[in-house]
């Protein structure tokens, strides 16, 4: 069984920096192409950043480029999403997703990913 868990989340003052963190485990999930979203409050689910299995960024949304980083461990299976230079719009329920590649077009699609964690809340306080 695939399973996904997000962790890192917290409150920060605008300006400052949080990493967040995705664990993948279970399957084939070593090979998975892995993306980030996030949802906002009052605000539909948002593509964020998308990163291979090997760990090269493919894609960030260009509201989070210069500011936010992905990179990915693989040794842990893990990947963690950099966020700096936070803005209050940062503020938001972060999840990360898993795609096999059977679904996959762009990343940048919700519909795209077949796994999804239970997110961790970033709030940015102005």
């Known amino acids: 069984q695939v399973q996904v868990v997000e962790s890192g989340g917290g409150l920060v003052q605008a300006g400052g920096s949080l990493r967040v963190s995705c664990a993948a485990s279970?399957?084939?999930?070593?090979?998975?192409?892995l993306g980030w979203f996030r949802q906002p409050p009052w605000k539909v689910r948002e593509f964020v950043g998308v990163?291979?299995?090997?760990?090269?960024?493919?894609h960030y949304a260009d509201s989070v480029k210069g500011r936010f980083t992905l990179s990915r461990d693989n040794a842990k299976n893990t990947v963690y999403l950099q966020l700096n230079s936070l803005k209050p719009e940062d503020t938001g329920v972060y999840y990360c997703?898993?795609?096999?590649?059977?679904?996959?077009?762009?990343?940048?699609?919700?519909?795209?990913?077949?796994?999804w964690g239970q997110g961790t809340q970033v709030t940015v306080s102005s």
């Open positions: 990163i291979s299995a090997s760990g090269v960024p493919i």
């Open positions: 997703a898993l795609s096999s590649g059977s679904r996959y077009n762009t990343g940048r699609q919700p519909v795209e990913y077949e796994y």
């Open positions: 279970g399957g084939t999930s070593a090979g998975y192409i």
